[in-house]
């Protein structure tokens, strides 16, 4: 196993990417699996919050998510931002649904979402700040990113994950070990 050094500490695997003296991990321990070699330095303080951005301006449709409908937020993340991995995939499940479906392209434009036509139940952004949508949603479709899982369990929104790159899996394997979602790459 390959070995590190952080300060004058030698590392081996976790240990290797832990502060040895303080280090603060974003998420409550109910998120993290049970285990006996965690580092004692490790302190778990809740989710990361941002500050909602104060020139934030609704979309048109933002009264919408005061309906009657339940609202379902599927967004594909800012790294791998492949549409067709989520969004298209959820639109057309969804498009005959009694829901409202907001699909954020995480930066990328609209126009990458390649339908010949949106379904009438859809609302399409290529960004809005989760502190403002997330209160309204009813469950969250993602690619596991974990500043986004981590948003949506403070909101108490309910997971539906799907993510194969970067520290996806495991952080989809948490959202399922955990029991605040599904994860449907099993």
Same mark, same amino acid.
């Given at each position: ?84 991995? %989520? ?6 499940? %969804? ?92």
């Amino acid at each position: 196993m390959a070995r590190f050094l952080i300060g004058t500490i030698p590392a081996v695997g976790f240990d290797a990417v832990v502060s040895p003296y303080l280090y603060l991990q974003g998420t409550v321990p109910a998120f993290e699996y049970p285990r006996s070699d965690l580092p004692l330095q490790v302190h778990f303080v809740g989710s990361f919050l941002s500050t909602p951005p104060a020139d934030f301006i609704s979309p048109s449709w933002w009264s919408d998510l005061q309906g009657d409908k339940p609202v379902v937020l599927v967004t594909q993340g800012t790294v791998a931002t492949e549409t067709d991995d %989520l969004i298209v995939p959820t639109l057309q499940a %969804l498009a005959d649904e009694n829901v409202l479906v907001v699909a954020t392209t995480g930066g990328q434009p609209t126009e990458s979402i390649k339908l010949a036509q949106y379904p009438a139940n859809a609302r399409i952004e290529s960004f809005i700040p989760y502190s403002h949508l997330l209160p309204h949603v009813d469950v969250m479709v993602t690619n596991g990113g974990y500043n986004g899982v981590q948003m949506a369990l403070v909101n108490g929104v309910p997971l539906v994950v799907a993510g194969q790159t970067e520290d996806k899996p495991e952080v989809c394997a948490r959202v399922e070990w955990s029991g605040v979602g599904i994860n449907l790459q099993n």
